[in-house]
Antibody, heavy 118, light 106 residues
Framework: EVQLVQSGAEVKKPGESLKISCKTS????????IAWVRQMPGKGLEWMGI????????RYSPSVQGQVTISADKSISTAYLQWNSLQASDSAMYYC???????????WGQGTLVTVSS | DIQMTQSPSSLSASVGDRVTITCRAS??????LNWYQQKEGKAPKLLIY???SLQSGVPSRFSGSGSATDFTLTISGLQPEDFATYYC?????????FGQGTKLEI
């Protein structure tokens, strides 16, 4: 059974760093792209970026380019989303999602809620 | 970036109704169009991929059609569990982009 299990909720202060994780199981990690999707409170889905764990090829949305880093550790089948300096506007729910057939998001993590507040 | 525009933004319907949601791309995405359902407080769920292919386990009352720039999601015979927010997404190129969502209400 394919599973994507995300790390727990985080409460951070502006300027702090953060790395959230998405641990996968039930399939060959290096065979599928993994994307990160943001959802701000009460808002729609926003695609942030994607990584191909086989060779760490990574693409970012222009809206987050330079603001976040997506990475993957093949040895533990885990993808990451990282910030060096959080802002209040980064407060959102973050989902990891596996791309399957036709590059559609067929399996989603349960979400990680990030709250940034002074 | 390819912009995705859904209509309507919200929709009121009743159990048993047939409803259609439309998604338009700012340029051709061929058939690389996916539909998701999101219920309150839950992760999105894939319903339709490649414009018209039903994801495994999804009821057959959901169907998708279209190509290039114009797509539709149809729910035939609404069930109480179908009241949710629906999103289209293009997977033709990066950045992948979502429509703004359609909230389906009773």
């Amino acid at each position: 059974e394919v599973q994507l299990v995300q790390s727990g909720a985080e409460v951070k202060k502006p300027g702090e760093s953060l790395k959230i994780s998405c641990k996968t199981s039930g399939y060959t990690f290096t065979n599928n792209w993994i994307a990160w999707v943001r959802q701000m409170p009460g808002k729609g889905l926003e695609w942030m970026g994607i990584i191909y764990p086989y060779d760490s090829d990574t693409r970012y949305s222009p809206s987050v380019q330079g603001q976040v880093t997506i990475s993957a550790d093949k040895s533990i089948s885990t993808a990451y989303l990282q910030w060096n300096s959080l802002q209040a506007s980064d407060s959102a729910m973050y989902y990891c999602v596996r791309e399957g057939r036709a590059s559609a998001g067929d399996y989603w993590g349960q979400g990680t809620l990030v709250t940034v507040s002074s | 970036d390819i912009q995705m525009t859904q209509s309507p933004s919200s929709l009121s319907a009743s159990v048993g109704d047939r409803v259609t949601i439309t998604c338009r791309a700012s340029q051709s995405v061929s058939s690389s169009l996916n539909w998701y359902q999101q219920k309150e407080g839950k992760a999105p769920k894939l319903l339709i991929y490649a414009a018209s292919s039903l994801q495994s386990g999804v009821p057959s009352r959901f169907s998708g059609s279209g190509s290039a720039t114009d797509f539709t999601l149809t729910i035939s015979g609404l069930q109480p569990e179908d009241f949710a927010t629906y999103y289209c997404q293009q997977s033709y190129s990066t950045p992948r982009t979502f429509g703004q969502g359609t909230k389906l209400e009773i």
